[in-house]
């Protein structure tokens, strides 16, 4: 009795995961495959991202793209820096759950960044997106990318000020904004902290490494005015 238990546990266990294992690859299949879709490919670079195979870990011999085991189709990084592609921000990235790393740097994308970055790419760890023509305001929800360490997203058009919310990202190491239109103060990282010439061809930025905001200014002087009286 106590076997056939065991037997009938042991392939409802098998079952479970085998189904995870195949919704977990086809989300990874299907966020390429909407990338691809997605962006324009003038240089034909992606040539290589053919869908009709259906061997297991297809995925893994395609240009730019990293798996956690290259028989296994579960995306670990995304490199697609400087090909000409063209485009927006690729929505279809939530469906890769397993990324860590996304460069796509020194492009030609454009457009703004989605309001829900978190929901898209919550468990990456580097992210280079400098070097194109994205526009508008830096997400606040970036900040919810607790696991983020490199945030590159110097040589942009991003206007506005830099979202306090970065400032929870604990892990941060290497971080850049550089030659965009921000204004305002600069966002406390805590535990890093940030060059100048990271922030860099912003003249609208001030605090941290750069100059005093003009509030912090006046407080100052207010405090060194009271003393003297």
């Not at 238990?5 to 042991?10: G, Q, T, V």
């Not at 296994?72 to 860590?100: A, H, W």
């Not at 919310?165 to 550089?178: D, H, I, P, T």
């Not at 966002?187 to 922030?199: L, M």
């Amino acid at each position: 009795m106590m076997t056939r238990i065991w037997m009938i546990l042991s392939l409802c266990l098998w079952i479970f995961i085998t189904s995870y294992r195949s919704n977990a690859v086809q989300s990874d299949i299907d966020c390429l495959r909407s990338i691809k879709q997605s962006l324009q490919d003038p240089e034909n670079l992606l040539s290589s991202w053919d869908f009709s195979n259906s061997t297991e870990g297809f995925i893994c011999r395609f240009t730019g793209v990293e798996c956690w085991h290259p028989d296994e189709s579960r995306v670990l990084n995304i490199y697609l820096s400087d090909m000409g592609l063209k485009g927006q921000f690729p929505l279809g990235l939530k469906n890769c759950t397993s990324l860590t790393g996304l460069d796509l740097s020194s492009n030609k994308l454009e457009g703004s960044l989605p309001a829900n970055m978190s929901d898209i790419v919550g468990y990456i760890t580097s992210l280079d997106l400098s070097s194109n023509n994205f526009v508008g305001e830096i997400p606040g929800t970036i900040g919810n990318c607790s696991f983020l360490n490199i945030l590159r997203l110097n040589n942009n058009h991003f206007t506005g000020q830099i979202p306090g919310q970065l400032g929870a990202l604990k892990r941060m190491k290497e971080f850049s904004v550089a030659n965009n239109g921000l204004t305002g103060q600069v966002p406390f990282f805590g535990n890093f902290t940030p060059s100048a010439s990271s922030y860099a061809g912003n003249p609208g930025l001030c605090g941290g490494p750069l100059s005093p905001c003009e509030d912090t200014k006046k407080n100052n002087s207010g405090v060194i005015i009271g003393n003297t009286l």
